[in-house]
């Protein structure tokens, strides 16, 4: 019998997620997947491993408790985290000891939360991935009761924290044109990247609702276009002029005309932009819009520089006991006290 | 505007558009090229799909550069004539129990108005249809069929339905489509069948294929509720096509 992680409460929106599943489009499944990568990649950099499925949390967390000591990491949005009533700080790797409790509760910013475990989960492949994508009905959100099995972990660091790539509040998303954006022509899209919009709380998986600042927007030949290829990113107008930035779980093809696509890059900004958050857009041409994509992701492969030991401010800490406890089981490579 | 046509699809890859509407002829010249796109084995492609008048070749453009993919799929266009391919091999003909009473397919009324038919010649042109699968998308498994009659060429709602069932026929732009889950939709609900056209836990997930055709087997709400009490297929059957 494997050791498990065992979900006590959880929030309504909380499932497994890796980076997804490709080579299913023609058969209508898009990739799902963790909604902000990056964040799986930063959880992945604190742990030392390779990215692997990691707890999903929109919202809203839960509580948590393992059969044995393992490692865990928080990345995303930032949400209230404690052990055994211990604040844990987020953006950070820590030792979750056999049987303590693991809270998690909501966001402070962004909108997505992550929990990852030592060496991941061992869960069942569906279709070549753990991801839940509820969409498809492949997988579950997870409920009360539920236990995850655990990977065999080799890692020993904790007690270490990630300088997150901010985009947790809105602001600017970089786009560029797609197929379909010469049907709305030069001066809508003009228009587009000179309006401010909100986030709805209209969002989901598949997609986040924007609300414009303004009048709406609609192709110039109204509803009736041929349903075309979707990719992750893609700026959906649909009958009432506002915009949907369709997500890694979206439709693999849609009928609603589309304005522009979202920077690959910017699409962990989309998701974490949290309800009512400011969003503008800004177009970029397509050479420039490869090389900027190009450099996050060279920066995405050295997220490992954007890590450090804690460094901890006894007069922060709520609770001296628990921290000396945690770090008293660690491999030394601490910093602070 | 001329076709066939190649855009880039932001930074994901290629499209190569047939038509500017469905169109048979540009359906399976984008079903033939993706066959041909994916015998190349160009390593940069991570996969390949047809839709209903393009063929999508997915490529990260931040690696290489769109010309470079054009290029190549220009060269292959210019290969063969893709509006006259053969249909795809292997085609089957389903027979779909499906009901269309208004408890279960509470649009018909007002999607047979939107076409300018009395509901029962609505019924008798859904029913003597047989559509053929056109594409497989939006969610796994989920055909579109078509195309119907010229009646048919109603629009999508302006307003999103907020939740229809798995199994619900729909209708708009001379096509229908069977969801494989409940979803949000603009299309009006004008039928609804036990079949289910993805099911993870059935020997093939996915039934339907490009090119199938379908035909409807009319039955009551209370047939349907029986097929519903029983396995994913609903009571669908199917035989070979010449």
Known sequence: MSDVLRVLDAGPAVTLQDLGRTGYIAQGLTRGGALDRLALLEGAALLERPPTAAIEMIGYGGAFEASMDCRIALTGGRMQASLDGAPLAWNASHLLPAGAKLSIGGTQSGAVGYLHLGAGFEAPLLLGAMSAHLAAGLGTILTPGTELALAADTGTRVGWQITPEPRFSGGAVRILRSHQSHIFGEEMLARFTQTRFTRDARANRQGIRLNPEGPGFAAQGGLTVVSEIITSGDIQITGDGAPYVLMCESQTTGGYPRLATVLPADLPRIAQAPLGADIRFELLDHMEAARQEAASHARWRKLAQNCAPMVRNPADMSDLLSYQLISGVTDGHEGGI | ?242
Not at chain 2, 130 to 150: E, F, K, M, S
Not at chain 2, 156 to 173: F, M, S
Request: hydrophobic residues 45%; contains cysteine.
């Open chain 2, 1 to 242: 505007m001329s076709f066939p046509r190649i855009s880039s699809v932001g930074l994901s890859g290629a499209l190569v558009t047939f038509a500017g509407e469905m169109d048979e002829r540009a359906n399976r010249a984008s079903i033939a090229f993706r066959a041909a796109v994916d015998t190349q084995n160009w390593p940069e492609v991570s996969e390949t799909a047809s839709t209903l008048v393009s063929t999508f070749v997915a490529v990260d453009l931040s690696v290489t550069p769109f010309e470079e993919i054009k290029v190549r799929l220009e060269t292959l266009l210019g290969s063969r004539d893709w509006y006259n391919a053969a249909q795809p091999k292997g085609r089957k003909l389903w027979t779909l129990p499906m009901c269309f009473e208004p408890a279960r397919a509470p649009q018909i009324e007002e999607a047979a108005r939107a076409a300018g038919l009395s509901l029962k010649d609505a019924l008798s042109n859904l029913t003597n249809a047989r559509p053929h699968v056109i594409t497989i998308g939006y969610a796994p498994g989920q055909p579109y069929l078509g195309p119907l009659d010229p009646v048919w060429n109603i629009p999508r709602q302006a307003e999103l339905t907020p939740q229809l069932p798995a199994g619900a026929l729909v209708v708009a732009i001379r096509q229908l489509v069977i969801f494989t889950a409940a979803m949000p939709t603009g299309w009006r609900h004008v039928g609804q069948t036990a079949f289910r056209t993805f099911d993870p836990t059935r020997p093939i997930p996915i039934a339907l294929s490009p090119g199938d055709e379908i035909r409807f087997a009319p039955i009551t709400a209370d047939e349907l509720a029986e097929f519903e009490k029983g396995d994913s297929m609903g009571g669908a059957t199917w035989e070979a096509l010449p």
